[in-house]
């Protein structure tokens, strides 16, 4: 399953079930980032014409002028990026779209964002490791970032014996902002307790969702439990909302015909609650559900070194 999922599906709810005229590309498509001609399918006949804008994959494009079936255009219009690699024929153009894709994408990763702010309980537990030295005391986090590791939710090490066992360090500091020089991470993880010379130190941390790029990214590569891949579209839709009503509050949505009354007031904001509610519903349940997973354990973490005060850390 890729991204393209959650476009449609926020698209959907915004357009509440209306279809934008969609057309294709034909030969020759649009080359590299810097071609301004093309041919769309039924060019003549639809809705394109001078001065409207169009949507290939992620890029929005200014028409200049129409020819028969060669459209021309401005690329990377409105905020979008003009794709380096053009676009292939037989890519669906979209006139006039009210919400472009690259606006969607960004809407879809706030709510990632948001989705892994503490107060929303939702995370991804990744794993990193490293050799235990018992002359160390800190230890890099290589190859990770500051806003990569939320928190540290247990650190634990492989053990000498018959039987595999993984005990649990009791006493650890995840301490930030460190000289990089010495911690290239910038992140030093300072073990007060003892683990087992030579054998590997696993650290599972929380970390946030990852980004999506584009409509190919797999949700997979998100970190999303696939649970809760109804949240991003839910959250796109609404902060989407705030900007420009959902297609069904459009007064030409049924046509000329369609009069003020038919819209009432509070009825764009009715549609937010609704969409709002029921994203916190859904927020509430996953987040039960990974507490259920991951449950919030009470860790020892010494302030000073062992010898020194005790601190309670809640991971």
């Known amino acids: 399953m890729t ?3 959650w ?3 926020t698209r959907d709810m915004l357009l509440s079930g209306y279809v934008e005229e969609l057309l294709e590309v034909t030969s020759p498509a649009v080359g590299n980032a810097t071609g301004t ?3 769309v399918s039924g ?8 001065g409207i804008v169009i949507e290939i994959n992620e890029e929005l494009m200014y028409v200049t002028s129409v020819d028969g079936t060669t459209v021309n255009v401005i690329r990377g219009y409105g905020g979008s990026t003009a794709s380096p690699d053009g676009h292939l024929a037989d890519s669906l153009v979209r006139v006039s779209p ?3 894709t690259h606006r969607i994408i960004d809407a879809i990763n706030h709510d990632l964002r948001d989705l892994s702010a503490p107060d929303s309980g939702l995370f991804q537990i990744k794993t ?3 050799t235990y030295n018992a002359a160390i005391d800190g230890y890099d986090l290589a190859g990770l970032t500051s806003e990569e590791v939320q928190s540290i939710y247990s650190v634990t090490y492989s053990q000498v014996g018959v039987e595999a066992r993984e005990p649990e360090v009791i006493s650890w500091k995840l301490r930030r902002n460190r000289d990089t020089a010495s911690f290239s991470s910038g992140l030093a993880l300072v073990l007060y307790g003892t683990a087992w010379p030579g054998k590997k130190v696993t650290v599972s941390y929380k970390s946030p969702f990852t980004s999506i790029t584009n409509g190919s990214t797999a949700l997979s590569t998100v970190g999303l439990p696939t649970t809760a891949y109804d949240l991003p579209p839910l ?6 909302m705030t900007t420009r009503p959902i297609r069904r509050e459009f007064l030409d949505a049924e046509g000329s015909s369609r009069l003020a009354g038919e819209v009432p007031p509070g009825a764009i904001s009715a549609s937010f609650r609704d969409l709002m509610g029921r994203r916190q519903a859904r927020l509430r349940a996953e987040s039960a559900r990974l507490v259920t997973m991951y449950p919030q354990n009470l860790k020892e973490n010494s302030i000073t070194h062992p010898a020194g005060n005790w601190g309670r850390y809640l991971s």
């Open 3 to 5: 991204a393209q999922t």
């Open 7 to 9: 476009i449609d599906e």
């Open 37 to 39: 001609a093309f041919s």
């Open 43 to 50: 060019a003549s006949n639809s809705g394109i014409v001078k």
């Open 98 to 100: 009210k919400f472009p």
């Open 128 to 130: 990193t490791s490293f």
């Open 235 to 240: 959250g796109a839709a609404i902060a989407l």
